[in-house]
Each structure stands twice: as C-alpha cells, then as structure tokens.
C-alpha cells in the first residue's frame, strides 16, 4: 500500500494517515459499506480488481476478489478464479469466502453458490439453482451483486429477478441459502422489492439472527425482459424488516420510521446499528432544502409502508445539528459506536469530504465530535462513489476514489 498524505485536509487530525491499496492499471474498489467482507481481527478484508463501487461485469475474465492482509502491508492475494463471480460474504468466523458463480439469464442458466478459505485452499460448490426453484417455475436471473450472512454462519441470503421468460409482473424475491445442506428457499417475493440491499441483523441472539433488514422500492418494477418501469405518483421506498425462515406468503413485515413522505425520501442507504437488534439508521433526502441527513430510528411494526408516518415511529436526526450536510453513504461499527460518512459536493462545500463522528450514547442526542477527515477527491459519478466504511473495531476507514483518473481503493487510519 502506498501512503497518500495529499489527501488530508490542512484541518485534519496530525495522527491520521492515508494509503492507497490497489495500484494495478485496472479499476479497483472496495466491494461496499454493507457488504460482510471483513474477518473479525479487522486485519482481512476483501475488495475486487476490475470492478466498479457498484460491483462488475459478470462477462469480465478479469474481475476478481482479493483478500487485502493488513497485517501483511496490504498485501493482495486472489480469492475466486471464475468469471462471474459475484455477492461475496466473510463467514462470521473469519474462514471462508462464500460467494456466487452468475451464468444465468432471464429463465435459463445456473447459479452456483461456493466458498474458499480465505488462504485460497478448499475451495467448493454448495448448490448449483439450474432448474426451477421447487414448487414454482420460476429461476433466478439478474443476480444482485450483494449477499449477506447470518451472524450464526448459517444461512446466506440473495436478491434475484424470479422469471420465466414468458409471464409479465413475476417477481423479484430474496434467497435463503442452507449452507449446511445447500438447500434454498424463496423468503419474500413482489415485483417492487427490486433493490433490496439485504442486511442481516448482526445480533448473536437467537430469534435476532434470523431478521433481515430489506429496502422496498415502491413504484419500481420489471418486465418479463428485465426492463425497469417506474410508476408515477410513487412515495419513495421504505425499509422493513422479516424473518428468513418466515412464509413467503406470509412474511410479517416490520419497518423503520424513514421516508415515504413529501418532505422526506429514504435515500437508498441503511444499516443496523452494530449489533443491535432493533435500531437502524437511513440516510434520507430533504428535497426543499436540498440536504442529506442521517436519522437512527427504532424498529416497529408495519402499518401500512407510511414510512417516517408509522404510528409510535421513533427518531433522531443525527445530523441536525451539522451545518447543511449532504450526507449520502456511511458505515457504522460493530459496537455502535463510531461512524464514517461521505458528503456530496455541494455549492456550500464543493469538496467530497469524508467525516468520522461518534454515535450518541443517548439515543436522542446529536452526533459527536463530527470531525472532517480527507477530501476523497471523488468525480462521484455512480462507479465512483466514495462508498466509505469501518473495520469491525472502528479504528480504520476505507473508501474508494478516482482522484488519479482510475478508481482505487483507499484506506485511513490514526484517529
């Protein structure tokens, strides 16, 4: 890795340091805020060579996850081999790497589901979905390129398009995988749960494991073909919350108190609060005054998807007492206690700066000790975005940028 103290701010705290972590003439990133890549030693995580902020093409014969040692220098050492390697997850052990092989296409193809340990050995096939999934005609394509693990190591979970080419408003669904038997189930399915980004609660407690937190994008859909419709009149998405091991049919949602609201819109990004089981915090938009900011809220019954209107929603803007932030992605740690957060650039600050603050111990208070980091430097075109995020014990942070023309990954430490 190679140091970047030009990144820092004349502001910046004097301990910090900046490196840059993949140097290969090829675009390069961490894989994303939410993803599960890291061993709990906060010394190995996984990021991918030829790829973008919001993953790679599935036809590229040069994609490839690598496991980033920093105990070792940052030494990068190449984790799969085949082309269409995507939605990869660290077991909550730090032993393996499960990720999935995409060859499939609207209603035909294979999905393999493997895992390697994380020095390259043993690496195998769990399940392989190249028929219909049992008691539907329905197989999954449009593989979402993130997946999630329980914090038991159990189970894994997927976001897919479930089609068969030929019927329109089929739906998209989430994946539940058995690792131990290989066996997967259908979770939820609907035609608007189209951009999931599931995240399975963090909690080592029993009934906890088994909730998944889900964005619902209302208004969005799909057709036969794969190509999105948008709704008119639509409210924005909301986040819920079931159980994997829940009846499709019947998945009991529940929700938290952000968005679908004419002054607020949930912005796409969210997380449990460490391991929390009930409280979460959403970036969300305030459209007339053209700020973002970051609201925790605690989980609650459904009441109809009325988003920040849930009766006995409970909320802190976390943000408010921030100088017109633009806040848009974050990471939290796995003690709740500290969080990393990039804000787009503005008329009131042009630079994409990235902020580390703490979380408050009262949970109706404000962040603390919001502290300016670097300027990331990003163009903040889509496969650009800065994507920041912690290890597991909040003492690093890491982020993309393609401030040398190229995207890279990139990391800090010293606070």
């Known amino acids: 890795m190679i140091p970047r103290p030009d990144l820092l701010l004349p502001s910046s705290p004097s301990s910090l340091e900046v490196f840059q972590l993949t140097t290969e003439a090829l675009p390069s990133s961490h894989v994303y805020m939410e993803a599960q890549i890291f061993c709990p030693d906060s010394q190995r995580l996984v990021l991918h060579r030829s790829s973008h902020a919001h993953g790679s093409d599935r036809h590229d014969p040069l994609h490839r996850y690598l496991l980033c040692d920093l105990e070792d220098g940052g030494a990068l050492a190449p984790l799969t081999e085949e082309t269409g390697a995507t939605a990869p997850s660290v077991s909550p052990d730090g ?48 593989i979402y390129p993130l997946s999630t693990i329980s914090s038991d190591g159990r189970r894994l979970a997927l976001s897919c398009f479930l089609r068969d080419g030929e019927r329109e408003d089929l739906p998209w669904g989430l994946l539940v995988f058995d690792l131990e038997h290989g066996s997967a189930r ?15 609660c963090r909690s080592r407690e029993i009934d906890a494991s088994h909730d998944v937190m889900l964005q619902h994008n209302h208004g969005h859909f799909f057709d036969r073909d794969g190509n999105r419709h948008y709704s008119t009149g639509a409210r924005g998405n909301d986040i819920h919350v079931i159980r994997d091991d829940a009846p499709g049919s019947a998945p009991s949602l529940r929700c938290f108190p952000w968005g679908r609201d004419a002054q607020e819109r949930q912005a796409g990004h969210q997380c449990w609060v460490g391991r929390s089981g009930t409280v979460g915090i959403s970036g969300v938009h305030w459209p007339e005054v053209r700020e973002g900011h970051l609201v925790m809220g605690h989980l609650l019954p459904d009441a109809g998807h009325l988003g920040t209107h849930t009766p006995g929603g409970r ?16 990471g939290v740690d796995i003690a709740g206690r500290r969080l990393i957060v990039d804000e787009r650039p503005t008329p009131v ?12 111990e009262d949970e109706d208070a404000p962040l603390a000790n919001v502290t300016p980091l670097l300027d990331a430097r990003s163009s903040w075109d889509k496969t650009t975005h800065p994507h920041p995020f912690l290890s597991p014990d909040g003492r690093t942070g890491f982020f993309n940028s393609d401030e040398s023309g190229l995207l890279q990954a990139y990391m800090v430490r010293g606070w």
Do not use: K
């Open 315 to 330: 909320r802190n803007v976390l943000s408010r007492e921030c100088d017109r932030p633009y806040f848009v992605h974050f």
């Open 95 to 142: 032993q393996y790497l499960y990720y999935f092989v995409d060859q499939t296409e609207v209603g035909s193809g294979s999905l393999a589901l493997r895992r390697v340990r994380l020095d390259g050995t043993s690496r195998e096939t769990l399940a392989v979905i190249d028929a219909p999934l049992p008691g539907t005609d329905l197989r999954p394509s449009f």
């Open 349 to 360: 600050r042009p630079a994409g700066l990235i902020y580390l603050a703490d979380l408050p």
């Open 186 to 200: 259908v979770a939820i399915t609907g035609n608007t749960w189209t951009n999931m980004h599931p995240q399975y």
